[in-house]
Antibody, heavy 123, light 106 residues
Framework: EVQLVESGGGLVQPERSLRLSCTAS????????MTWVRQAPGKGLEWVGF??????????EYAASVEGRFTISRDDSKNIVYLQMNSLKTEDTAVYYC??????????????WGQGTLVTVSS | AIRMTQSPYSVSASTGDRVTITCRAS??????LAWYQQKPGKAPKLLIY???TLQSGVPSRFSGSRSGTDFALTISGLQSEDFATYYC?????????FGPGTKVDI
């Protein structure tokens, strides 16, 4: 059974850092570009960024709202994708989801999602 | 960034109804549009991609269409499990963007 499980969320003070993990089982994460999407409480979905698979360069793209503060990385040997969040702001409070693109592609829809992890930024 | 708008913001319907949700892109996105269903406390679920292709396992009462930069999601014969929020999303260019969502409730 394919599973994506996010972890690492919690309560953090403004300007601090937090690292989220997305751990895959039932699939080889290395075959996929992986995306992070967030959802503020009671709000809609916002794409955060993605990391391409190694075969297409392992490069990243980010939304303007997080560019320079958030970094996505991956460890395919552990089947994990990370979201490093620095200089957190109260407006970063959200449920963070990881999701996979189609194998070997970047400009695709997200066909499988994790269950999400809640990040609350508050003093 | 490409802006996605949806209408209506919410719709009240009954079981068995036909419901249509529309989504408009601020510029051309070809057919690079997906629809997702989200229930409270759950992750989004892919329903349709390529504007009109049904994801495997999704009931055939869901359908999608495109006319230029206007897209529609139609649910023919609403079932109780279909009461949820629906989002469109363009994957034509970065940043990927979602519509604001349409809530379908009783």
């Amino acid at each position: 059974e394919v599973q994506l499980v996010e972890s690492g969320g919690g309560l953090v003070q403004p300007e601090r850092s937090l690292r989220l993990s997305c751990t895959a089982s039932g699939l080889s994460l290395g075959d996929y570009t992986m995306t992070w999407v967030r959802q503020a409480p009671g709000k809609g979905l916002e794409w955060v960024g993605f990391i391409r698979s190694k075969v297409i360069g392992e490069t990243t793209e980010y939304a303007a709202s997080v560019e320079g503060r958030f970094t996505i990385s991956r460890d395919d040997s552990k089947n994990i994708v990370y979201l490093q969040m620095n200089s957190l702001k109260t407006e970063d409070t959200a449920v963070y989801y990881c999701a996979r693109h189609l194998p070997g592609a970047t400009r695709t829809y997200f066909d499988f999602w994790g269950q999400g992890t809640l990040v609350t930024v508050s003093s | 960034a490409i802006r996605m708008t949806q209408s209506p913001y919410s719709v009240s319907a009954s079981t068995g109804d036909r419901v249509t949700i529309t989504c408009r892109a601020s510029q051309g996105i070809s057919s690079d549009l997906a629809w997702y269903q989200q229930k409270p406390g759950k992750a989004p679920k892919l329903l349709i991609y390529g504007a009109s292709t049904l994801q495997s396992g999704v009931p055939s009462r869901f359908s999608g269409s495109r006319s230029g930069t206007d897209f529609a999601l139609t649910i023919s014969g609403l079932q109780s499990e279909d009461f949820a929020t629906y989002y469109c999303q363009q994957y034509y260019s970065y940043p990927f963007t979602f519509g604001p969502g349409t809530k379908v409730d009783i």
